[in-house]
């Protein structure tokens, strides 16, 4: 790994990180991406439908397709954690998990979120057995077995459609009496399988079995009741990846995520951030608008580290 | 230097069953994100730890690999399970860390 002081460093491969990557290498900024994955979050998209380029695509196949192109224009792809950032411009220090540590004089936070766990006392000893936080990976080990899938959202929507192809029958739990602002196009795909029943209102309470989950509590109306299940899928949303920015002072909004300008500069000169871990896009976390976050990022990098010289 | 071991049914017995030394057997699929952000971690992890531990993967998606996938009751990937002496001792799942995955597995094996 390079031990030079790079003009940028870019935490995080997702899309905003990738992106900002390709603009880098376009302006000439010599750059490295340190994150965990390339594509990050996006890879686990079972189906993607509304990025311009694709009809329908799985989030691991975008993912490489934007990984290549990053890479083909020069982009240096390494794969590491960031465990802290220290110093200032120009002379900002990045500590990796692995021991090395690098140098770079501005840097860009595209570090994404985390998923967010039921935070019920046994959710550890049934991980792996019938509990699992990505439909995509683990669907396919529960194939003609009734599956539930908890959360409101368009990723919890997303599961429950790619879960219905492959086990006998999916249970959607959400805690609204309708899932909450689930595009309608997912809304009618789940309308038309047969094997997928929707339960409104429902809070799960407690995980069942003994060395194996074999169902669940669920709170529904008012009233408690024992549902028998062989997999869980946890969709219930995710936290900014934000601790980065908050060790070195930056500000953060009441939900940890990062407030960045028109620009997307942190608070913090020299720092800037994209994608899921901003306030930024009307807090519309997609693909398309991580990309465009990226974009933005790395141009403003590259006109301020032009008024510097 | 260490090779990562490709298992299947026919030579799990060998690598990992009658292995002389520790076996970490990672379950895993081409579908599965998080699994590919584990690869580089355990070829890192293979060099680190050298002769002290063989590190092999069973590619569940392969159909000819489902009895193993069944036998050990995989059903979240990556899926690590840490073999001595043709037991399994620890299982580890999702993504780790290298260097807490490292000290786990040695304080597994003290």
Redesign the interface.
């Known amino acids: 790994m390079e031990m030079g002081v790079k003009d940028l460093i870019i935490v995080g491969a997702g899309p905003a990180g990738l992106t900002a990557s390709i603009y880098a290498s376009r302006y000439k900024i010599e750059h490295q991406v340190i994150g965990l994955l390339p594509g990050g979050a996006m890879t686990e998209a079972y189906k993607i439908c509304n990025f311009p380029s694709e009809v329908s695509i799985s989030g691991w196949e975008l993912a490489q397709k934007i990984e290549n192109n990053a890479r083909q224009l020069g982009g240096e792809i390494v794969a590491g954690e960031v465990l802290k950032i220290s110093g200032h411009y120009p002379n900002f220090q990045v500590d990796l998990a692995d021991g090395h540590k690098l140098a770079s004089k501005t840097i860009l936070l595209a570090s994404g979120a985390k998923r967010r766990h039921l935070g019920l006392p046994n959710e550890d000893k049934f991980l792996g057995k019938g509990l699992a936080y990505c439909a995509t990976c683990d669907g396919p080990f529960f194939k003609d077995k009734i599956v539930g899938v908890v959360g409101g959202g368009n990723c919890a929507a997303t599961a429950v459609i790619f879960l219905s192809t492959i086990a006998a029958q999916v249970l959607w739990f959400y805690l609204g009496s309708e899932p909450n602002a689930v595009e309608p196009g997912w809304l009618e795909e789940i309308n038309k399988q047969g094997n997928i029943k929707l339960m409104a209102r429902s809070e799960i309470k407690a995980l069942l079995g003994d060395n194996h989950l074999s169902g669940v509590t669920i709170k529904r109306e008012n009233k408690t009741e024992n549902i028998n299940l062989e997999g869980l899928f946890v969709e219930i949303g995710s936290d900014p990846n934000s601790s980065l920015l908050k060790q070195l002072g930056g500000t953060v909004n009441e939900g940890g995520y990062i407030v960045v300008d028109g620009g997307q500069a942190t608070t913090i000169p020299g720092i800037w951030a994209a994608g899921d871990v901003t306030t930024s896009s009307n807090g519309l976390r997609q693909i398309i608008t991580a990309c465009s976050e990226g974009a933005i990022a790395a141009d403003s990098i590259f006109k301020f580290l032009q008024r510097q010289v | 230097m260490a090779q990562i071991v490709e298992l299947t049914p026919a030579n799990f017995a060998t690598e990992v069953l009658n292995s002389k030394i520790p076996v970490l057997v990672d379950f895993w699929?081409p579908?599965?994100?998080?699994?590919?952000?584990m690869a580089?971690?355990l070829e890192?992890l293979a060099q680190e730890l050298g002769d002290k531990i063989k590190i092999a993967k069973v590619n569940v998606?392969d159909p000819d690999n489902q009895p193993l996938?069944v036998e050990y009751?995989?059903?979240?990937?990556p899926?690590m399970k840490l073999f001595k002496n043709g037991e399994e001792i620890a299982?580890f799942?999702?993504?780790r860390?290298?260097?807490s995955l490292r000290q786990d597995i040695l304080d597994k094996l003290s």
Do not use: Y
């Open positions: 699929a579908w599965c994100g998080p699994c590919q952000m580089p971690i890192n998606d996938a009751q995989i059903q979240s990937i899926n299982s799942i999702g993504v860390q290298q260097a």
